[in-house]
């Protein structure tokens, strides 16, 4: 007969137990009568076990086993307070329990989420570890039958159980079960607590058909079954530890623990520590013999959870599950061992281990659950988007779910843990939070709660904050700029794909607009803004004052912020009712007022679209009808603005939330006074732009700057006044013509002017074709591109950042601005001429600069400009003769030359030899050349240069 730590009192067969309060010393006020015959015992445990404080005693801490289920509510097969419970310790008894079993056992797992992966992962690693049996692992799932849950991608089968079987706590319910488990030729099962079957009497109604339980045997199923409730625990201030229980058949009895819990707001457990921050060694010695004392009392065989909470009367017993703590792995990281797999070793007859360590130091675990999904708060079914996992010494990341994976909030919340483990609290908590700003997980209707582990591990004292929630955030304006700036691609997403579908049919509509107008509010406070993007990844916003943010996109969720020298990191999730940014670990919500989704109701079937893009509707206004249900429904505009897109066809079949039509509102709001504090953008507008920069990324097609181009010839007379022979200025002029000369040649019309060069097709051919014809394929060899313009337009597209055509989005993208740079060439003629005009003046004090280089600058220029903007071609032609051409005219007959004729006259052929000048007369050239692959070859060339051709009368 087991010990129970009390006062034996022996009479015949009858033996009565006073048990002794192991957390004072003290008897209970209930005691536990025991019948001892043969080789069993029943046991009458009266409810309550709380021993009261007496008068006048100390506020000693004492232990209670909470029992506040009544007998109503209880389900069959469940004994109710105060009955009694028969139990064996035989191994041959039970319905199959502690048998012997073949080679193979098939095993069904009764549970979902995290825990049933874990499950299924670790009854598949048995086979690795003992060849002589196997296990077969079979999820049991009241899902449909066309639908697989994630989970079960580690199952060797499924078992699907009708809605009518699963769902009522009857026993007929749990007889169906077991009814059909044991017509699946079940041999043992591992069931978990269920909101809709009873495991108690399930586990019962198994053992009636022949079929085992893994993880904790029947009878402990039937004493320990009391899960956490926090309606009426996990609200009441205090602490909340929790245990780990293995026992064997032979009473071998290991506990771990006790490790300290903190819960969220929904009192789910999100947080675990080990060991617990300020829990003394006689308290963990209590508690420890109080758990241990229960799995001896219960005659437990397998594993059980023992929850206990300290308040100000003491430590209390708020729940108890057998089978274990299948949820997540945090005692498999503080032991190595795989617990779930000795649990099951355990009830199937196997042998404890002698010892089960704990590692030393400091373990922390965050779980990472969904969270809100809408501005109330609510919980609902989600898919997840991205993951990410993050990297880390001294960290292990539990990754429980894939991209496209679906989430059930209410019955499968986790998502991943974060188990890091270091020498002291403060080490281990700075690797988690490190973990967990690395960790990202996106999904497509909900938010995580990695704001809140991140707030609770800021705090200077996150054990001792237990339960409480982090959930508030401080406002920052750059929330408001981010979002700013999502807005402005999500409608310029819109704008590309009408440009994409409008140069997919050979006429490409122009892109006019310069920035967008938006209307936001963030913590109950509307900002009106204007964004532009003035560069690649560049921004301006403004508001009172104007912020220019550059931001990197990593991934359609990810981003890398730089404002005013500073970097930042944030997390977009885009849910159906606004924008949910995580910046440097705080969470922030902001919606758009001046734009809506227009979303089906239900599913429904698209029966007419009333309203096109760019038209303009009055609140009511109908924009679209469906039929859901044989019903036939309006849908009415719910504001007054203007269509922006219709994303759904007519006789389509959409599912709830989908959205039919965006509209943008009209505004209605008043910006607040000028003079007043503006909580939407950073307190200083940051130094301006550099001037060729600017000029640059305009001339590429981004939005305006905010400066404009009415300033940059002011602002280029400056910059030449002050330092005239900066060899930067120089540069950056010559970047500049050449991108002029570039998209000037990519976009021209036939000319009636033809060049002397016959390979150089683009001088006189229709560019504008080209570049036409390329738009509709996106592809060189289907549009038929000469060799060089395709070496043009790589040239253009690398300025994009476009090396390669791999990526068709990226390509689609840099072609939508390269189309609207085409426009911005004749406004930056005035400016090329300043450009020039400064080169010719400047030649003869800096003769450094006049190179064949700037020569082929030059004759670009000239080609790209003929007959578009005859001003820049004459420029072009003035210097080109000024500098190369006149020199070599007005040359005294015995100055030697300051080029090579060969560079003058463009004669190629004489690049391939070493020219050596020979006497000769005025106006004559002789060289000894001799070519430079082969000595031997060695030519005589003659050049004669002719002044007059008006010949003589």
Known sequence: MPSFGGHLQTGGSLSTVTPIDCLTGRPFVAAITLFVANDSYSAVIMAGWQAPTTPGSSAGQHYRRRHDRHSMDRPAGMASAGSTITTTRSRCSMGGQHTTVGTTRRVAVLDRGVAAQRILTALTSLNATDPSQRWV???????????????????????????????????????????????????????????????????????????????????????????????????????????????DTTGQCHVLGPAEISHDGRHRPILVALPPHGLTATDIATIQDAARHCAHHGNLVGALTVHFRQDLTGWTITATEPAGHSRNAFWDHVTGHDLIALAASITTGGDLPATLE??????????????????????????????????????????????????????????????????????????????????????????????????????????AAHDQQHTTSETDPLAV?????????????????????????????????????????????????????????????????????????????????????????????????????????????????????????????????????????????????????????????????TILSVPVLPHEQVAPGTPLVRIRATPTITPPAADSPDPTTPSA????????????????????????????????????????????????????????????SLYRPRTETRTSDPDDTTAFSNTQEYFLTYLIWLDADRAGLPLRYRARLERALNRYGIHTTSDPAALDEATFWLHRSFSRVPAMVPLVIHILQRRLDTARTHPEHITQVFKGRL?????????????????????????????????????????????????????????TPLPAPDDIHLFDAIAHDNPQDRRLFAIAEIHHLTPHT
């Open 137 to 247: 692992t079979v999820l049991v799932t009241n899902d449909p039958p066309d639908t697989e849950p994630w989970y079960a991608r580690d199952a060797d089968d499924i078992l699907h159980l009708s809605h009518s079987a699963a769902s009522p706590q009857t026993p007929t319910a749990t007889a169906s079960i077991a009814t059909a488990l044991r017509a699946a030729d079940i041999d043992h099962a591992w069931i978990a607590p269920s909101p809709s079957v009873d495991p108690a009497a399930l586990a019962t109604a198994l053992r009636d058909v022949g079929i085992g339980t893994l993880g904790a045997d029947i009878p402990s199923w039937r004493q320990w079954h009391t899960p956490p409730n926090p309606l009426t625990d996990e609200h009441r201030p205090g602490r909340t530890v929790e245990l780990l229980v293995l026992r």
């Open 358 to 463: 704990i590692t030393t130091g400091h373990t922390l675990q965050a779980r990472l659950l969904t969270d809100a999904c809408d501005a109330d708060h609510h919980l609902t079914s989600s898919t997840v988007a991205m993951v990410a996992p993050p990297h880390g010494v001294g960290v292990h990341t539990d990754l429980i779910l894939r991209e496209g994976d679906h989430v059930n909030p209410h019955l499968d919340p986790d998502i991943a843990t974060v188990t890091a483990h270091g020498s002291d609290p403060t080490q281990t908590r700075h690797r988690v939070r490190a973990a967990l700003e690395q960790l990202t997980v996106v999904l497509t209707t909900c938010t995580t709660n990695r704001t809140d582990l991140i707030q609770r591990l800021d705090s200077t004292a996150p054990e």
């Open 481 to 641: 700029v981010i979002a700013a700036v999502e807005a402005y691609e999500q409608d310029l997403t819109e704008a590309r794909l009408a440009f994409r579908a409008s140069a997919a049919r050979g006429r490409p509509h122009p892109f006019t607009q310069q920035g967008v107008d938006l209307t936001l509010t963030y913590q109950d406070r509307h900002h009106q803004v204007h964004v532009s993007r003035v560069a690649a990844a560049t921004y301006q916003v403004r508001g009172r004052r104007t912020t220019t943010v550059d931001v990197h996109r990593k991934n359609p969720y990810q981003r890398r912020i730089t404002l005013n020298g500073q970097r930042h990191r944030a997390v977009l999730s885009p849910l159906p009712d606004r924008l949910h940014l995580e910046i440097d670990g705080t969470a922030h919500d902001v919606i758009r007022l001046d734009e809506i989704a227009v979303r089906a109701p239900a599913p429904a079937l698209i029966c007419a679209i009333t309203a096109t893009p760019g038209q303009y509707v009055d609140k009511g206004s109908p924009i679209a009808v469906v039929e859901s249900m044989k019903m036939t429904t309006t849908i009415t505009a719910p504001l007054a603005g």
């Open 685 to 744: 507008d940051g130094p301006p732009r550099d001037l060729f920069t600017r000029m640059r990324d305009h001339l590429l097609g981004y939005d305006q700057d905010r400066l404009g181009p009415a300033t940059w010839e002011d602002d280029y007379r400056q910059l030449t006044t002050a330092d005239p022979t900066s060899n930067e200025l120089h540069t950056a002029e010559d970047a500049l013509l050449d991108l002029f000369a570039d998209l000037g």
């Open 859 to 915: 004759e670009r220029l000239i080609r790209a400009t003929r007959g578009r903007q005859p001003a820049v071609t004459d420029l072009a032609r003035d210097i080109l003769f000024h500098l190369y051409d006149e020199p070599l005219l007005t040359r005294t007959p015995h100055e030697p030359p300051t080029h090579r004729p060969a560079d003058h006259l463009d004669l190629w052929r004489l690049e391939n030899f070493t020219l």
